[in-house]
């Protein structure tokens, strides 16, 4: 099974996927992020400057999320990345299931308030204070379109509000859905 962790910056997606990590034996975490610093370096950017606009950073994290869940079937595969363009996510996932059906979309939501206290205490750069306060304005600055996003999410979408639960809960409540949709019998 994939379980794609979407949600804004601050919900909680690396937390809980870490409690994902340490509650299943066979597990893999793909980061799309990584493939997005590499085409960084490789093809030029779009003038977003947001590698997710980029046509081939959607291409090979459709298809290395597929290939991953083709070759390692046994394996719960995480994939924790936010994307709020509807039309992107369609895309990725539209690979994703030329290989494979079992597919959870997990929105993780939380208030405006919770979002904005997590990132602003968040230090992603800690050797470089001028870089980090670049990232955390920009995270910040995210928080409207992923909340927008959320209003549009479908039934396709399980979304677990993160304000009061732990990541350890929340990371029960995932392996509860995606038991439930495989019947149970390969990820508790």
């Known amino acids: 099974m994939l379980v794609w962790i979407n949600g804004p910056f601050g919900a909680g997606k690396s937390s ?4 994902l990590t340490r509650a299943v034996d ?3 975490v793909f980061d799309p992020e990584e493939v997005g610093f590499h085409l960084r370096t490789w093809v030029p ?3 977003s400057g947001d590698f997710q606009d980029l046509a081939c950073w959607r291409d090979v994290v459709g298809q290395t ?3 991953i869940a083709r070759h390692y079937p046994s394996h719960l595969l995480l994939v924790p990345m936010t994307v709020v363009n509807d039309d992107y996510r369609r895309e990725i996932f539209d690979l994703i299931h030329k290989s494979t059906d079992e597919v959870l979309h997990v929105w993780l939501s939380a208030t405006r308030q919770t979002l904005s206290d997590r990132i602003t205490h968040q230090v992603v750069w800690p050797d470089h204070p ?4 670049e990232v955390r304005a920009w995270r910040l600055a995210q928080i409207d379109g992923a909340m927008t996003t959320e209003r549009r999410l479908g039934a396709d979408t399980v979304i677990l509000p993160t304000d009061d639960a732990s990541p350890r809960q929340l990371a029960e409540r995932i392996l509860a859905e995606a038991g439930g949709r495989t019947g149970g019998d390969r990820h508790p």
């Open 65 to 67: 999320c597929a290939s």
């Open 130 to 133: 001028e870089r980090d306060a």
């Open 16 to 19: 809980v996927t870490d409690e």
């Open 26 to 28: 066979e597990v893999i």
């Open 45 to 47: 950017l779009p003038a």
